[in-house]
């Protein structure tokens, strides 16, 4: 459980947004910069997923390439089926595939189709860092959907900011605060010198003042 610096830190941040004039329901966003970390060095850059322990707030929208028994499982389950015969059609339409690929969080693939996919749509998909995530034809796609529409991707490859959504405005700050300290405790992990390589955290929503937590 996160401690009370970050819950009040949430709270805080929380309230001053609701000073804004808005007509949506803002995220909440954790930023996190590192420090001490040549970010030159590939061992160094950082790309994982975390599932938050509270979800997003609103759920990950999913994409799946997938034919045969896959597609047919999968049709209640993700928010977009793309059938091989539909892959070269969307790498000759590059802005209809560029929309997509912004609109989708999660991009998951049978495992076969890599090879097309990377050959075809690689080129939008890859800097996006939403190249799909290979799984087997017989996967249980109803768990793992369930799995990642409550995933983040924290992602840092030349730049020592991360970004990632940890909630909604309208969740309560103490699970607003555990997804938070559900990222820092993976990203540590993940850091050659652990908390020792991050250098400040802040936690701010889409419209409001980023408030202080590290």
Do not use: C, W
Not at 102 to 120: R, S, V
Not at 146 to 172: C, F, L, P
């Amino acid at each position: 459980m996160a401690d009370s610096k970050t819950v009040e830190a949430v709270q805080k941040a929380i309230e001053e947004s609701k000073k804004l004039e808005r007509k949506f329901k803002q995220s909440v966003d954790v930023v996190i910069n590192l420090k001490n970390i040549d970010m030159n060095d590939a061992k160094n850059r950082i790309e994982d997923e975390v599932m938050l322990p509270h979800g997003r707030g609103i759920e990950a929208k999913l994409a799946l390439f997938a034919s045969g028994d896959l597609a047919l499982k999968s049709k209640t389950h993700v928010d977009l089926l793309i059938k091989p015969e539909e892959i070269e059609e969307l790498a000759k339409d590059k802005k209809k595939f560029k929309k997509i690929a912004d609109e989708y969080d999660f991009f998951i693939a049978e495992a076969p189709l890599m090879p097309t996919i990377g050959k075809t749509l690689g080129i939008i998909l890859g800097p996006r860092g939403k190249m799909p995530k290979p799984v087997p034809p017989t996967i249980d796609i109803a768990n793992m959907a369930k799995s990642m529409r409550k995933t983040v991707k924290i992602r840092s490859k030349t730049t020592k900011t991360i970004h990632a959504t940890v909630g909604r405005e309208e969740m309560d700050a103490q699970h607003i605060a555990d997804n938070i300290d559900a990222i820092l405790k993976r990203l540590e992990g993940k850091l050659e010198r652990g908390k020792l390589n991050i250098g400040s955290v802040y936690v701010k929503t889409s419209m409001g003042p980023p408030m202080r937590i590290l």
